[in-house]
């Protein structure tokens, strides 16, 4: 399978000749069963609900266009069932939460979290037909308010990865979600996009983050990383250079720095604001879900509200579809660019352009990765381990270092350029990655090299 | 046609195995025009719509996937046409009632009740082309407040059978419907399916006919009549044994005894609370339609209530989706149970057990009836008649028999099992059938065999 | 392409027979990108939305089944073009209207109103990729408040016509759009129907225009004209003839003459009250889009309301779907009966008849012309022009002459026709379609028939 081929339209006018749409790139964007796209995102811990909605009633979800039910039996374990019940069809989102199971309202068959048929209480006790079948489950757990499955081979599960951005000291991770009515993967990859900060966010209507800082069109890199790949930016902003990255954990998994961010405040290594997931619903649905990180230090603004953080929402503008469709056209944000890049995004009608390139250097990852896995081969995952945690490389650094005295534009840009390559060097590389004091080492060396560069430019 | 082939799941944690899923049974389940059960069901009379409803102006309805009008001729007459006018297709729902007929509002063309067309007013006086075609109309009749139609072959048009049930003195029939989105077929079988009332109805959350004895298992058999089959359960309650049947008349006909029955009072052969067809509009979408029996002996609790039985409502608990979704949730009734077995229930994917002997005979019984018409043979009707009323079986009986002295629950439970056994013959057998006073003979038999197994166990 | 073959039931109560629906006249109904009907309308300027909609907001709009957006740029032109931005694919109609264009909400680019990329900012300025592409845009133009676009082959755009009807001194044109959600053609065939005004608009439920003379079944004659066709329906009222033509412009556009004539005073050569095109949104939704002409004269009786007329509404009787649905049963309008007539009315199904030669006749000069079409030539256009103006036909004119003494109703009917088709032939034969004042040379040439008439009366 080939991405399909491009035809642009070259005349004013022309929309009469445009040919007939081409498909999606199904190898990519597709996630039903058995397509490469699912079966790579399935060899990973996907999160499907709040713990917190998964409590006396089950909760109904979907993922990879299956219908599930999530739930969690009275002895607190979670689990991950398919709808209907194995007897004759009944959906258990009406079933009962038991100590051990879940209990079909109809027939008052009882399955564990595991799928194994625990009674079926309308047959003699000496039936045996409940050790002959299972019900279908996924394995499922709970961690820091999410709830995950793994849909996977179940010989391929892997550990539930903990990256070290999940236990930072003084964070408070706030979970939600929301759904958006379209493919999975152009979500995701806005994360790989900094430009549309610069005219989204900032340039085209008003500023978003309350910061014109962000409508400053930066020097770029994407380099790879040992789980996946990051952005670099790097901005002059007065007498300070801020050089930020997002980071993108394959598949679906990235890390934002803070939004509030105004490049103000020398700061190093400031982390992750948001840890979200990018789930496949289906080939037309997906739903950012993750944690909201909470730290003083992350919101010196005070603009932050963890209480718009929950089902459906999230406390930043534009993330989701309640806004009436006046108030979207006149000041559209992430959702309604990106719900509205069709249901599943042609790749074949893009123009894509330099500013692309972390678009479509995600998009090569992610189809080798597939391809990988449809290989029978196993996806790639990091090697480093700090005392068991993932090394993640999202952060926001602002270092005081003016422009040389008498440069011009292009030459502060291209030295811009420079210290945001050599902060990411100190980030990415290096030997401090299995340091149990990574933050604290960084952000010395990444202060070492600050003090030096104001040296020289002094 | 047969149903598809099964493949259970046998591990735990194995969903990721589960095959594509498999088709439903169509054979039994489809409806649509030229399939087996659909020209079956259509050999039937088939209720549409309540009296009520087809008054001064048109009821659009639809049925076996046919949309259609009902309407009332300002004689009285009541008719059932093709939606769409034979001259341009407007649809008759706009259309007024005469008369006659039914004048479309278009250019007044002007149909009977069995579509001959009676004038084309916008043609000069001499136009002949009114004699050269018909609208598409089938047969109608009304009776007791319900209008039925006859939608199957001209020739094979049966007399519109009257049970016995439906004249039973002393009972007010009060019409209702409810539509459900499911196929026919798993709302009609949860008919024999008398193990879902000790679970769904009573055990899983709490008792919605408030009476502890039908949480009770049963002793169950499964019959069959002159007319179809019935339900046999038998439950001891202290000294007295409760057996009831339900009727299901092929094919789509069910008698339902009283819901608030709570075994605690003696009584023989009482009759019906419930006569439904469940008629098939679409594949995908049902109607219960028929009426409840009121009566001062049915409803010894007082719990019966005329006021709620009408359109899409009727005065027992869950039976449609009118209740918040969390509501349904936490006390799920029949509605949620049949309705969330997915638009059509797949038959692969069950696994019956003993305690759905009900249901597998009567897929067997109609799948029999169906191949009997597609091979062009007549379905099976009672050959019965009381006066030229068709016997039913539908009863609740409570007799005071206590179980032997010093007998064990097993030994108890066979002779209750046995006390139904008896019953069921009085009921079904015997040559009572065409005595006009047959329920008295009735249940003058079942109190000489109560009064002589008491006998016996003192 | 052929219309498919009919086959009539014959039979009372014969629905049971009726073979699986035929399908739709697709050569004449469907308008998708490549049909033959979609082609040929191509080829014609189309309204797509009122001015006062495309203001500081695009507007996202929907033709021959593409999705578009229609815009005003602050320089005051209006632009149509696709939907999807050529960059990534976000929607335009969360873009924002700038001097010269409009700019994608995120990334920026800058379109014209003729599709050119003016601006992809976030490249670097060097880059040239904006020149070697060009955004599908449609040509369009604002008239007389409604925004039109052409979206045929560039190289047959027509000039934009003018008819002589849209330029009337003492007119107001004042723009309205109504959306049904059904094909076009049977929604513009109804212009061509004048035997429904008897029917549906009088004699079935009650007089929506409140005058009983539209309750006369009219002489009737549908002759052909330089630019379509019109219907010409001639009355007796009285001492009074009444005769009235509506106008059909291929393909799509349509001129009424005034719903509340009543016939009761002399007039000649009235003219339009509604000039509406029927324009293809996809081939199951269309839109009647227009003016209705607000006039003194054209309003005798005072019931015409100009501040009910804009978006998805006009001022007279039943013309959108907002009534309850019982009271459209009740009384149904236009907008019941025909877009009742299923999405895309079955021409197989329909019944044709003396009265439905219009419709018929319309049908078969669309069907030529879009065969001519699709064999390469041009569409017939009118070669008539006064000072640039297309000349047009629809009118009401009223003249006193009464029957001639002792004639026979069918003899009186017959000399009613003949004044109908002399009047016709001064209104669209003869040499005044040059002439600047042909409306008062018209009007003239009809008082002096209508003396004579009345002189060979009396």
Avoid at 337 to 354: C, D, G, K, V, Y
Wanted: with cysteine.
């Amino acid at each position: 399978m080939n991405a399909p081929q491009k035809r642009s339209l070259t005349e004013p006018y022309s929309a009469y000749h445009r040919d007939a749409l081409p498909e999606e790139d199904k190898e990519l964007a597709h996630v039903e069963r058995g397509s490469p796209g699912g079966e790579y995102l399935r060899r990973f811990w996907q999160p499907v609900a709040l713990a917190a909605e998964v409590g006396e009633l089950p909760k109904r979800i979907r993922m990879f266009g299956e219908d599930l039910v999530a739930f969690r039996a009275k002895s607190g374990r979670v689990g991950i069932l398919e709808l209907h019940c194995s007897h004759r069809g009944a959906s258990l989102e009406y079933a009962v939460c038991e100590e051990n199971g879940l209990r079909c309202c109809y027939h008052g068959w009882l399955y564990g979290v595991d799928g194994r048929v625990l009674e079926t209480p309308g047959d003699p006790p000496e039936s045996t037909l409940r050790f002959s079948i299972c019900h279908g489950a996924y394995p499922a757990l709970e961690y820091k308010g999410l709830v995950f499955g793994y849909f996977g081979p179940p010989e391929n599960k892997p550990e539930f990865p903990i990256y070290d951005s999940f236990e930072l000291q003084g964070d408070r991770l706030v979970p939600y979600y929301i759904t958006y009515p379209c493919n999975w993967l152009q979500v995701h990859e806005n994360v790989m996009d900094p430009v549309h900060a610069v005219f989204l966010h900032t340039r085209v209507t008003y500023s978003h983050f309350a910061a014109d800082v962000w409508g400053e069109l930066p020097a770029m890199e994407f380099p790879q990383t040992p789980t996946g790949m990051i952005y670099v930016t790097s901005r002059r902003w007065g007498d300070n250079v801020w050089v930020r990255s997002n980071d993108i954990i394959l598949p679906n998994l990235a890390q934002v720095g803070h939004v509030w961010e105004d490049g103000a405040e020398p700061k190093e290594f400031s982390r992750v604001a948001i840890t979200r997931w990018t789930t496949p619903v289906d080939n037309r649905t997906c739903r950012i879900i993750g944690w909201r990180h909470f730290s003083s230090d992350a919101d010196p603004r005070g603009l932050a509200d963890e209480r718009q953080c929950g089902v459906e929402s999230v406390d930043f503008f534009g993330q989701n579809g309640a806004r009436p469709y006046e108030d979207r056209q006149k000041i559209p944000g992430d959702y309604d660019a990106q719900t509205s890049q069709r249901p599943i995004a042609i790749h074949a009608l893009e123009n894509l352009t330099r500013c692309d390139i972390g678009v479509a250097t995600l998009r090569r990852l992610l189809r080798a990765e597939l391809r990988r896995v449809a290989n029978g081969e196993d996806p790639k995952l990091s090697p480093l381990r700090v005392n068991g945690l993932v090394p993640t490389y999202t952060h926001d650094t602002v270092v005081r270092v003016p422009a040389r005295t008498g440069a011009s534009p292009a030459t502060d840009k291209e030295f811009v350029r420079e210290i945001g390559r050599r902060i990411t060097e100190i980030v990415v590389g290096g030997d401090h990655h299995t340091d149990p004091s990574r933050t604290e080492r960084v952000r010395a060396m990444i202060r070492d090299y600050s003090a030096q560069q104001r040296m020289a430019v002094a």
